[in-house]
Structure formats: structure tokens, C-alpha cells
């Protein structure tokens, strides 16, 4: 096998010596981020965890800035808009947003990313308000119409009724 990079030989080396990275061990859903424009913009990995999920983000073509991220409840990223994703993740209604606020009980709410001067951004972030798949109390990603991870135009405030004004969906990916 011919790689291309240090990153695939290592991984590669990795992998035939039984050291598999966590992410190739572990329960894990992934999917490709589309953007408003149809296009593929990058990719987003979930991966379940003792007590929540590992999240990793890698896109381009954003405007450079903060922008917000969620979980939302419906496998489906019909374009252009995404609506089709439906609201974020949640367990209970009405449904009160934001990392900051003390009455929240969102379950989609993730930390904002920031897109460097490219319009790129790799992260990982982790939340401990969902899980991948049934089986605990938080809400499962994996559920019988899946879910979406979306980003926005803007950033998120962590406050602000119903999604934290951040404005428009620009990215979409249906977890598989």
C-alpha cells in the first residue's frame, strides 16, 4: 500500500502493529459536511465516550470568525438550508438554549468554533449532553430518524432564544 503522507503511514503502522487509535477502537458515527452551496466542505467524526461524546470538526470554505455549532435531532441536510435537520437535540419541551444559561436543557448545544483567515477550522470539542447511541439518560444521536451536526453563520451567545443568534445554517452532516 502506497501512502502519501506521514499521517497515513503512521496510521497505517499503527494499525498493523495492534495500535489502533482510539477513534478506530471506539463506538463511532461520521459524516460529510455539505455546505449551502452543495459542495463537500469537510468531514465531522463523533465518537462515543464514557460519559458524553468526542466530537471532531474538520471544514473549509467558512467565513473566517466564530461561528456556532449544534447537534440537531433529524438525520437529513437537505440543502440549502438545512431546515430539514429540524431543532437541536433535546430531551425535554420546550426546549431552553445555551451553555451560559441555567435553565438550559438543549442537548445540542456545543462550544463555538473559529475558522482561521483561510476559512478553515479543525477541532475537537466534547459534550456530555448526548450520547451516540441508546442506552443512557442523555439523548442518542443514533436514534430512529438519526441527527444532523450543523454550523452556523455566526457564533453562538450561549443565552439567546432559540439557537443563541447564530443566524444561518451554512454546514451540514448527517451522522451515520
Known sequence: MLFHSRRGLATAVAFTMGLA?????????SGELIGADGASHGTVQVMEAPAGVLVRIEIKGLTPGWHGVHFHEKGDCGAPKFTSAGAHVHAQTPVVHGLLNANANDAGDLPNIHAGSDGSATVE?????????SGSSRPALLDADGSALVIHANPDDYRTQPIGGAGDRVAC???R
Open 125 to 133: 470539542l466534547y459534550s456530555t449532553l448526548v450520547a451516540l447511541k
Open 173 to 175: 452532516a448527517v451522522l
Open 21 to 29: 487509535p482510539a477513534w478506530a477502537l471506539a463506538d463511532t458515527a
